[in-house]
């Protein structure tokens, strides 16, 4: 999943450096005297937790996080106070973390890598959207990866994670991206859309939902826009692997998972819960949704629903299919991940 652009790849380097992380403290704690000193030998006691933020992009795992704060009630027996919106651009998220206002964030998994590796104490929590991205034209002659040799491609975001994707996928079916084909790039999602309508483009590289708002404004328009690849398929037949990409999760505060597990474990759960839900009454999920990701209404999220598969795994349990993806990526933008693969200590609930 991504839904946001390349500036996403420096949000760490961005946060300042070692004395800046001195001031994570990560949660809110409940007011009032400081706790007496422990005795020798004892731990400190942790306050209680009076406050949660939580916050998602203006994309499909911000439905589940509005189910778990909005919807259930586990969390909100947890922790009284319980605060979930929706993030815009980068900085909100590399603010809120770095100050330790923000605990909780859907992110693509990507970029929750890259966090770990420069030094930001977060942890992967699980995996949630497992791939959303499809080439769309409006040319009839387009059916195939030989067909795009010699055409426009405008692709969000350059050197972001779909780019990355497109290209790898590019190459291993025998494209030369750099030679074969004629890469755009825009600096968001509708602007991609807007050349693809208006002739510009002979095929774009979009995410879900967008990819279905660009059909239905197609059709309004009187034209035939339509996916000509499912980049989760071509994922399976370049790889040998299952059709799936983990490309969006949740990130925790390593605090927060620290010194408040039963917090934590009740995301985990209300977070499965949530998966559950969307997938069995898409139509509420989309009601949901229109409420929070922007301009979209709910009849376009519901069919965009239909290609999103969501399902709640455990950051630990995906770290095989994570550590796949993220080589994949590395091979063309080492940076992405912030140079390397995260340790053990990323992925919660692992060793």
């Known amino acids: 999943m991504n839904m946001t652009r390349r500036q996403f790849v420096h949000l760490a380097t961005m946060a300042g450096g070692s004395a800046l992380l001195g001031g994570l403290l990560g949660c809110g704690r409940a007011e009032g005297p400081a706790p007496a000193a422990p005795a020798a030998g004892q731990p400190a006691a942790v306050p209680a937790l009076d406050k949660l933020v939580i916050q998602g992009p203006m994309a499909p795992p911000t439905i589940l996080l509005a189910h778990l704060v909005l919807q259930q009630e586990a969390l909100k027996k947890a922790v009284p106070g319980v605060s979930f919106s929706t993030y815009k651009n980068p900085d ?33 929590l699980n995996v949630t959207v497992w791939g959303i991205l499809h080439v769309l034209t409006v040319d009839d002659g387009i059916k195939g990866w030989a067909d795009l040799k010699g055409k426009d491609v405008f692709i969000p975001f350059k050197g972001d994670m779909p780019d990355l994707v497109f290209r790898y996928l590019a190459g291993k079916n025998g494209l030369d991206p750099a030679k074969d084909l004629k890469l755009q790039y825009t600096s968001a999602p509708p602007e991609a859309l807007q050349m693809l309508l208006a002739g510009k483009a002979k095929a774009v590289v979009l995410h879900e939902p967008v990819a279905t708002a660009a059909q239905v404004q197609g059709k309004q328009k009187g034209l035939n826009v339509r996916p000509v690849l499912d980049l989760q398929q071509e994922w399976a037949k370049a790889t040998g692997r299952a059709p799936r990409i983990p490309q969006a999760g949740t990130i925790v505060m390593a605090s927060l998972t620290r010194d408040y597990p039963e917090v934590v474990a009740a995301i985990q759960t209300g977070i499965k819960e949530a998966a559950d839900w969307v997938r069995a009454n898409p139509a509420a999920a989309a009601e949901l949704g229109s409420k929070h990701l922007g301009d979209l209404q709910a009849p376009v999220i519901e069919k965009s629903l239909a290609r999103t598969p969501m399902e709640m795994v455990p950051a630990a349990a995906a770290r095989e299919e994570l550590e796949f993806f993220f080589s994949r990526l590395k091979e063309l933008s080492p940076d992405i991940i912030g140079g390397d693969l995260p340790d053990s200590g990323f992925y919660y609930g692992g060793k």
């Not at 770095?98 to 890598?113: K, W």
């Open 92 to 124: 909100q998220v590399r603010a809120g973390i770095t100050s330790g206002e923000l605990q909780v964030a859907a992110v693509p998994t990507y970029l929750a890598a890259n966090l770990y590796r420069r030094g930001i104490p977060v942890q992967l």
